[in-house]
């Protein structure tokens, strides 16, 4: 039975780490996590905010995730947009989820990622 997803994985071209650090802990406020030594001789980093674990692992042939992507729920759906906007990425928003405010952006080596926050219902 599953229970939880444990991380979402995407893909980084080698060399980006110091783009990843900076766009998922600078940007996004994520904190790194330590990768144990066999894996992280393989290049790459992880990030973890509260329950959410992003790992970002290289890849040779790197292509951007561009239809794929995490869906990450935030509060302050604002303010997080005027953030990202403010560091240079790109805000698209979207309306087409009932329930919900949305948008789309993209990490610095051009992954998609989607930010939502659920409308506050009715009592």
């Not at 071209?13 to 066999?38: C, D, F, H, N, Q």
């Not at 894996?39 to 992003?54: D, E, K, M, N, Y």
């Not at 995730?65 to 990202?84: F, M, Q």
Request: aromatic fraction near 8%.
């Amino acid at each position: 039975m599953l229970i939880a997803v444990d991380h979402v994985q995407l893909a980084a071209p080698p060399g980006s780490e110091e783009r990843l650090r900076a766009y998922y802990a600078g940007v996004l406020g994520m904190t790194e996590i330590p990768k144990p030594p066999v894996l992280a001789a393989r290049g790459g980093c992880w990030f973890r905010s509260g329950t959410v674990i992003l790992h970002l692992g290289i890849e040779e042939d790197f292509r951007p995730a561009r239809k794929a992507h995490p869906g990450l729920r935030v509060t302050g759906i604002d303010a997080y947009a005027e953030r990202l906007r403010d560091c240079g990425a790109p805000v698209t928003w979207d309306d087409a989820l009932p329930g919900h405010r949305r948008f789309y952006s993209e990490d610095p080596v051009g992954n998609r990622l989607e930010f939502l926050e659920p409308l506050a219902t009715a009592p």
